[in-house]
């Protein structure tokens, strides 16, 4: 089955500075590529996805990049905020057209100091 | 529109007792997944289920643990002789369509078994 690896665990930069989370996978039949950001004791929340027919996605500070052929991806945050403090969960899309469903990586606590 | 729903937000349950979580999708959603978070860990998927159906429960202890998503009303996980183990956050989410990739969050039912 899919199994999905997050790195780093933990994160820290300074304010401004960009953070870079990745992910790697192992189904190659995955297809789509969430990330999520969870606030502690908050749900989870779709910050931007990427489908596997693009390799680049950017959503003002936010970008994620996809290598289809080495099966990783990577969360980009620019100009970091102290509000970016969070942890970030990557996931892959398992299944196939009548429904899907994610394995989620492990989680990136990211800390933004001020 | 409001978003998917979760009731109750915190259960304290006593082991050996049932525990009833309940989701409610966004309007116009017909696919439910849930999700188990353990404290400082990820999501596990669980199961998801269309309206009277359940797609797939891989990720479902085979005991003491049901899904059901009726074609009135919200979807039910049923925990049957609670455990400590089980204590955790219970997530549910729900996306619109066969085939749809996103998937919305609700706020979680937080489940402490004493």
């Known amino acids: 089955g899919e199994n999905v690896e997050q790195h780093p665990s933990t994160l820290s930069v300074q304010e401004g500075d960009s953070a870079v989370i990745k992910c790697t996978y192992s189904?190659?039949?995955?297809?789509?590529f969430p990330w999520y950001k969870q606030e502690l004791g908050k749900r989870p929340q779709l910050i931007i996805d990427?489908?596997?027919?693009?390799g680049e996605k950017k959503d003002q500070r936010i970008a994620v990049t996809l290598n289809k052929t080495a099966k990783h991806f990577s969360l980009h945050i620019t100009e970091t905020q102290p509000e970016d403090s969070a942890v970030y969960f990557c996931?892959?899309?398992?299944?196939?057209?009548?429904?899907?469903?994610?394995?989620f990586g492990p989680g990136t606590r990211l800390s933004v100091l001020p | 529109n409001a978003g998917v729903m979760q009731n109750p937000r915190h259960l304290v349950r006593r082991r050996g007792q049932e525990a009833r979580l309940r989701c409610s999708p966004m309007?116009?959603?017909?696919?439910v997944y849930w999700y188990r978070q353990l404290p400082e860990e990820g999501l596990k998927f669980m199961v998801y289920?269309?309206?009277?159906?359940?797609?797939?429960e891989s990720g479902m202890p085979k005991e003491r643990f049901s899904a059901e998503f009726p074609k009135e009303g919200p979807s039910i996980l049923r925990i049957q002789q609670v455990v400590r183990g089980d204590s955790a956050a219970y997530f549910c989410?729900?996306?619109?369509?066969?085939?749809?990739?996103?998937?919305?969050f609700g706020p979680g039912t937080r489940l402490t078994v004493l």
């Open positions: 309007k116009g959603h017909s696919h």
């Open positions: 996931a892959a899309s398992i299944g196939d057209n009548y429904g899907q469903n994610f394995v």
């Open positions: 990427i489908r596997s027919n693009v």
């Open positions: 189904d190659s039949a995955s297809n789509y």
């Open positions: 289920l269309q309206k009277e159906n359940i797609i797939d």
């Open positions: 989410a729900s996306s619109p369509r066969q085939g749809a990739n996103e998937q919305f």
